[in-house]
Each structure stands twice: as C-alpha cells, then as structure tokens.
C-alpha cells in the first residue's frame, strides 16, 4: 500500500473575492471553504499526514478553525507570498516518510473521489499525475496592443487542475531545482516538467470548480446548498414499502 501525504495550499489573500479575511476563511453556508474542501479530501481518501499553509499572521487562527471542526489530525504553517513558496513550505513541514504526494487547491471544494483515485493511481505509474479538464470553447488570442484577434486551435489542449499528485522525491527535486534556478511556475505540475519529468492528464469531473472570483462564490454556495439539501432529504426519507413504519 503505497503512503500518501497532503500538502493543501490555502495563503491565498481573497483580494479578488473582494474579502478582508484569507481566501481559505470566507463562510459558505456557515462552514469556511477549506473545511468544505478538507471534507471532500478526507472523504475520497485517508492520508499519512496533512499539512495546510496559510497567510503568515493567521496560523492560529486557522488553527482554531480546524480544532473546532474536529477534522483529525492537520499541521498548519506559514505559507509564502507565492503559490510555489507555499508548497515548497508545506513539503518541508513534512515528518512522516510517504511515497506520494498529493498537492490540491484549498480553493477547489468539489473534489470528486473518482478523480482523485484516478491521478493517484496515475502517479503511482508515471510519477506525476494532474487533474485536468480538456478545452471545449473556441480559442481566440487578442494581440498585444488590443487590435483584431486571431484563432488558437483548441486541439490537445487541456486546463489543468488540483489534485496533482507526485512521487515525493519528483516534487521535492523539481522545487529544489526551481529554487536555485529562479524557475518560477504557477502550479507543481509545471515545476515538475521544468525539472525534465513528465506529468500524466486525468480527466477531471465538471464541478472540479475553482473560487476565484465573486461569481466563482455565489455558484459555490448554490451547489452547496443544493447537496445540503439533498443530504437532509436522504436522512428524512421515509421506508414506504407494505408493513413498515
């Protein structure tokens, strides 16, 4: 059985949000979005260790969060300015040895178990796996100075996601050698591929949804509600069958 490790970056500012508070603490249906997004983490798979970086200065703060919500066993620490030096910190706080590691947006709170499962056992294979979801719009590149625009062909190209998994030592290689080589990148995947490795595409489920922008929200609170409700409806349904109460 192969040991897998979660690093959950969460140091985001919420300023696109329009928030005040870390991106990570904003209420949804009275339960902040990282707690949404450990919930449906914890629930597709069991982990060695779990370790979230959040905003420097609200380390207790999001300790509280989670000891209030008895979520189990989670090491909070400083993250960094950027995505990359957040991970980076999460790798390092590490203490349990683990084959993988799974690296996934405390921004995306409706991971699906399937998807998970899937770029797991993809990296167990490969070494590097990604969720990702293909292109099905038009593509269109706007020049620089906002003139006429011209068509992109769409073919093989995919929008890449959280989870991203890895072979711990892949991902600690490729962060180290992007560290003393200045390479910076938004996501592990690309790090990864900088350092000469390959990375596998699972396809992802449609609500892999990421909280972005303020719209981004609102639909997440809908799609919450609509699986409170139908969760609270499965609960109270009543055994009609003959002779039963």
């Given amino acids: 059985m192969l040991r897998l490790s979660l690093v959950v ?13 870390p991106k990570a603490l904003v209420e949804l249906h009275g339960r902040s979005l990282l707690l949404h ?13 779990t370790v979230v970086t959040v905003p420097a200065g609200f380390e ?17 620490v400083r993250g960094g300015a950027s995505r990359q030096e957040s991970v980076a910190l999460g790798l390092a706080a590490l203490d349990k040895p683990s084959d993988l590691l799974c690296v996934h947006d405390a921004a995306r709170p409706f991971l699906n178990a399937a998807t998970l499962r899937a770029v797991v056992a993809a990296a167990a294979v490969k070494g ?3 969720a990702a979801s293909p292109l099905s719009d038009s593509l269109r590149r706007r020049s620089a100075g906002g003139g006429d625009s011209v068509s992109v062909d769409r ?10 998994v890895f072979a711990l030592g892949v991902l600690r290689l490729a962060h180290e050698l992007a560290s003393s080589s200045g390479v910076e990148a938004s996501d592990d995947a690309s790090l990864v ?10 396809e992802s489920s449609c609500f892999n949804l990421k909280i972005t922008r303020p719209q981004d ?25 003959p002779g039963k109460e």
């Fill in 9 to 21: 970056p969460a140091a985001g500012s919420g300023s696109r949000l329009g928030c005040e508070r």
């Fill in 37 to 49: 997004t450990l919930e449906a983490l914890f629930s597709a798979s069991s982990f060695d260790e």
């Fill in 60 to 76: 207790s703060e999001f300790s509280r969060e989670l000891a209030a919500a008895s979520v189990g066993p989670v090491k909070v």
């Fill in 128 to 130: 590097a796996a990604a």
């Fill in 155 to 164: 073919e093989g190209l995919w929008l890449v996601e959280t989870p991203q």
């Fill in 193 to 202: 591929e900088a350092a000469g490795h390959g990375v596998a595409l699972v």
């Fill in 217 to 241: 929200l609102e639909l997440a609170a809908l799609l919450i509600g609509a699986r409170m409700q139908s969760r609270m409806q499965s609960s109270c349904r009543v055994d009609t069958e």
